[in-house]
C-alpha cells in the first residue's frame, strides 16, 4: 500500500482495512471452528467470564451486537450448559448472567485458540508496526466512542 504522502485516500484505507477485517474474520472463525464453537459465541461466553455477572444489555454492548441477537445466542449457551441466568439480588427483575464450570473451562480453550490465531495473523509485523497499529485503532475508535456520547 502506498504511503500517505503518497496521495492515499481515506477511502482507500478504508477498503483496505475492510479486507483485512474479513482477513482477520475468517481466520478466527477458521481457528474457533476447530474448537467446535463460531466466534460469536465464543465471544460471548469469554466476556461474560471476565465480566460476570453481566446483564443481557451490558453483555450485548460489550461484544458489539444486537440485544435481540445476544438474547438468541445467550438461550443456546444456557440450553448447551455454558451460562446461566441468575435473579439480581438488588432487583428482582434483573436477570444476570454467569458462566458455568463447563463455559468457564470452554472459555479459557477459545481464549487460547484466538490468542494464537491473532499471532499468526500478527506475525508478519515488527512490534513496533503492531504498536503503531494499537495506536491507530484506538484513535478510531475513541473517535467512535465519543460520537456515540454526543
Known sequence: MPRANDGVTAAQVADEFSRTAKVLVRH????????????????????????????????????????????TLVDALVRDGLLERQTSADDRRSVLLRVTAQGAALAQDWTAGYELAAEELFRPLTPEQLSTLVDILRTLSAGETSAAGD
Open 28 to 71: 478466527f472463525n477458521e481457528r474457533l471452528g476447530e474448537h467446535g464453537v463460531s466466534t460469536p459465541r465464543s465471544r460471548l461466553v469469554v466476556e461474560v467470564a471476565r465480566s460476570q455477572p453481566v446483564r443481557l444489555t451490558e453483555l450485548a454492548l460489550a461484544v458489539g451486537i444486537a440485544q435481540g441477537t445476544a438474547s
